[in-house]
T-cell receptor
């Protein structure tokens, strides 16, 4: 059974700091991995999707890496801003084409002005 | 990207009643999913909504409790039946255009059962 773990559960940083969020999964047979942010009352917003054959994806100040063999992904946020405050969720899609996503519990990020 | 409208956004219901949640997408999509997020927990897939056939339920979820309809490629409903306080959660609809594509989520329905 695939399990996804995110560390830390919560993180508070001053504005401008670079930070890394961690995600680990127990079964390396994944189809892809997605990072989302969840804002209260606004559902989930997809940030980055990494296919199983890829090592990283970048979008603006965000960079996500994937090491499938070790079951790990990181989300790097450069020059953090108060608007980055949200819960960040990692989810893996299981191999076999079902598109089922298995989520971690998330990291709640607070960026202080 | 897909724009998803989910209704209602929140509701407070009495024990033993049922609530139907609607999910409308602005484009035709192959895949639609329903997730539950219990307080302090991760999102858990309830079922995959299949157009023209019965939904595919995950372990621990049954059709009698969570009947799902999907009459076309842009619309689905999830009913939470015979509710108890344990059903208090956020329910989210998501869609994907094709296999391996990004999943887009609705804003969710925050349900409280008294």
């Amino acid at each position: 059974k695939q399990e996804v773990t995110q560390i830390p559960a919560a993180l508070s940083v001053p504005e401008g700091e670079n930070l890394v969020l961690n995600c680990s999964f127990t079964d390396s047979a994944i189809y892809n991995l997605q990072w989302f942010r969840q804002d209260p009352g606004k559902g989930l917003t997809s940030l980055l999707l990494i296919q199983s054959s890829q090592r990283e994806q970048t979008s603006g100040r965000l960079n996500a890496s994937l090491d499938k063999s070790s079951g790990r992904s990181t989300l790097y946020i450069a020059a953090s801003q108060p608007g980055d405050s949200a819960t960040y969720l990692c989810a893996v899609s299981l191999w076999g084409g079902s598109e089922k996503l298995v989520f971690g519990k998330g990291t709640k990020l607070t960026v202080n002005p | 990207s897909a724009v998803i409208s989910q209704k209602p956004s929140r509701d407070i219901c009495q024990r033993g009643t049922s609530l139907t949640i609607q999910c409308q997408v602005d484009s035709q999509v192959t895949m639609m999913f329903w997730y539950r997020q219990q307080p302090g927990q991760s999102l858990t897939l309830i079922a995959t909504a299949n157009q023209g056939s019965e939904a595919t339920y995950e372990s621990g979820f049954v059709i009698d409790k969570f009947p799902i309809s999907r009459p076309n490629l842009t619309f689905s409903t999830l009913t939470v039946s015979n509710m108890s306080p344990e059903d208090s959660s956020i329910y989210l609809c998501s869609v994907a255009a094709t296999l391996g594509d990004i999943q887009y989520f609705g804003a969710g329905t925050r349900l409280s059962v008294l």
